[in-house]
């Protein structure tokens, strides 16, 4: 499996999506890219979760 041919949904990644509008294709992993690595962060008390690898962002 090599990384650089992962192929990307087209997700747009500097758009926030939300869990309610947008639920998981496949339950913990990212849909843009289907990678299972988050990173994790709080803002306005709203739990944001962004792909390692693509940068797509949920709030959930
Ligand atoms: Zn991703």
Not at 23 to 46: E, H
Request: aromatic share 12%; with cysteine; charged share 30%.
């Amino acid at each position: 499996m090599n990384e650089d041919t992962k192929e990307y949904k087209g997700f747009d990644t500097s758009i926030l999506y939300t869990y309610k509008d947008l639920p998981d294709i496949q339950s913990g992993r990212c849909d843009n890219c289907g990678n299972a690595q988050f990173k994790s962060s709080v803002k306005n008390f709203t739990f944001i979760r962004e792909c390692r690898q693509c940068g797509m962002k949920k709030s959930i």
